[in-house]
C-alpha cells in the first residue's frame, strides 16, 4: 500500500508489481482518466516492461480507489505522484526511477515534475492529451519545458487529442530533452482502424515499442 496526505486526510493505494529480476529501473505506470491500473492495455504494457528487466508498478489514483469516475483536483493526482516515486524508491534502491502513464496518468506525472515533485530519471507517455479533441486552443503544454528529464511521447497519428500533429511536434521542440514516437494510423489508445487486437496485446506492443529508448536513457548502475 502507498499512503497519500491530501488535503481532506490520508489514503493508501494499493498496487500491482510486475516484478524483473535484476531490474534496470522501475516503472510507475499511471492510468488514463476513464480506467484504472486493471485496464488490459495498462496490464499488457507493464508485462512487457518487466519482461524486458523493467519492474513495473501500477496503481489508482485516488478518486478511482474511492470509486469516483472524474478525477479530482489535479494537486491530488501531484500528490500522489510524489508518493509513488518514494515509494518505488524504496522499493527498489539505488536503481532508476521512471514515470509513465496513459493520458491523463501521464499528463499528471508531467505536472508533478515540471512542479519538482518528482524527479524521474525519465518519462515515458502512452498517448499525451496535447488538448481536449477539437479544442487546440486549450493546450496542455505550458509547464513541459520545465521538466528536467528526458520525455519520450509515444503518440498516434490519428489520436483525435493531438490535432494538428504539428503542435505536439512544437510543444516537444520547447523541451529541454523530449522525442517523439510516432504509431501511423494510431488513435488515443493506440488502436488502428482494421487492425482489431487485444487491449493487451496493443498494450504490450506499444510499451516495447519504447524499450530502445529507455534502455538508452536509463541504465542500472554498476556493482
Known amino acids: 500500500m502507498i499512503p497519500v496526505t491530501l488535503p481532506a486526510g490520508g489514503v493508501e493505494l494499493a498496487v500491482v508489481i510486475d516484478a524483473a529480476p535484476e531490474p534496470t529501473a522501475i516503472v510507475a505506470l499511471a492510468h488514463g482518466a476513464g480506467a484504472g491500473h486493471e485496464h488490459p492495455f495498462l496490464a499488457g504494457a507493464a508485462g512487457a516492461w518487466s519482461a524486458a528487466g523493467f519492474t513495473t508498478m501500477r496503481f489508482d489514483f485516488p478518486y478511482r480507489q474511492a470509486g469516483r469516475r472524474m478525477p479530482g483536483p489535479a494537486a491530488h493526482a501531484i500528490e500522489t505522484w510524489a508518493a509513488v516515486e518514494e515509494f518505488c524508491r524504496r522499493l527498489t534502491p539505488g536503481i532508476p526511477f521512471v514515470a509513465a502513464g496513459k493520458s491523463y496518468g501521464g499528463r499528471m506525472a508531467s505536472m508533478a515534475a515540471a512542479e519538482g515533485r518528482i524527479a524521474p530519471d525519465a518519462l515515458v507517455y502512452l498517448g499525451y492529451p496535447l488538448h481536449p479533441p477539437g479544442k487546440p486552443e486549450n493546450a496542455r503544454t505550458a509547464h513541459l519545458p520545465a521538466v528536467a528529464a528526458p520525455q519520450l511521447f509515444l503518440s498516434g497519428t490519428k489520436d483525435p487529442f493531438l490535432q494538428p500533429l504539428g503542435d505536439l511536434e512544437a510543444?516537444?521542440?520547447?523541451?529541454?530533452?523530449?522525442?517523439?514516437?510516432?504509431?501511423?494510423?494510431?488513435?488515443?489508445?493506440?488502436?488502428?482502424?482494421?487492425?482489431?487486437?487485444?487491449?493487451d496485446e496493443v498494450g504490450a506492443a506499444t510499451a516495447s515499442a519504447a524499450l530502445p529508448w529507455l534502455r538508452e536513457r536509463v541504465q542500472r548502475p554498476a556493482a
Request: hydrophobic share 55%; charged share 25%.
Open 171 to 199: 510543444a516537444v521542440a520547447a523541451c529541454r530533452d523530449a522525442d517523439i514516437l510516432w504509431f501511423e494510423g494510431a488513435r488515443h489508445s493506440f488502436e488502428v482502424a482494421g487492425r482489431a487486437l487485444p487491449a
